[in-house]
């Protein structure tokens, strides 16, 4: 299998406007804070979080190069058209990479077929179990589901793309600049 290395934004938007993998699947490595309140949220005692603690979420996802969210809500909704619109968005490549306006923050946008995940980590090493329950009491109440799972994920949180025979391995440097995705 082929390896490159994505280095700037303008990388990752040029390989997927370019790919022609409209019927195949993509496999997303990556990892993402885990949403934590800044106080307890179990009923404990209110004593703030403290400083620094960022668990991470490690996670594989498969989805399918191909989908179309307007698409998939229409048929879930039994309608014959949909559209989407979000003022906050500009998309990259439709379908798959976004900008947030508000932000400048870029997203592959999914639909995920299957996802794994690989663990929780704390400052690059695997969670203990006291840290693992002390987080408990501060993790974020969870939303309701969509009629139609669409997910975003930011691309500096993408640790390695695999898509048509070839993974991109995605080093950013910390350089997510709006300026490279125009």
């Not at 195949?24 to 979080?49: V, Y």
């Not at 306006?101 to 794994?116: A, D, E, F, H, W």
């Not at 408990?136 to 139609?148: I, Q, T």
């Amino acid at each position: 299998m082929n390896t490159i290395t994505l280095t700037t934004i303008a990388d990752i938007v040029s390989v997927f406007a370019n790919a022609k993998n409209g019927g195949q699947f993509a496999t997303i490595e990556g990892a993402s804070e885990i949403k934590l309140n800044k106080f307890p949220t179990d009923n404990s005692e209110r004593i703030r979080i403290k400083d620094g603690f960022q668990p991470m979420a490690e996670f594989t996802i498969q989805f399918h190069f191909g989908a179309d969210y307007e698409r998939a809500m229409a048929k879930a909704m039994g309608v014959a058209d949909y559209t989407a619109s979000d003022s906050n968005r500009k998309h990259l490549v439709p379908n798959l990479v976004m900008q947030y306006l508000s932000t400048g923050n870029v997203c592959v946008i999914y639909m995920p077929t299957n996802k794994v995940s690989k663990g929780i980590t704390l400052n690059g090493k695997p969670i203990s179990e006291e840290d693992k329950a002390y987080m408990e009491h501060y993790k974020a109440p969870k939303r309701g589901s969509a009629m139609v799972e669409y997910r975003t994920i930011s691309v500096k949180n993408i640790k390695r793309i695999t898509f048509g025979g070839i993974t991109y391995l995605v080093d950013l440097n910390g350089s997510t600049e709006l300026r490279q995705a125009e």
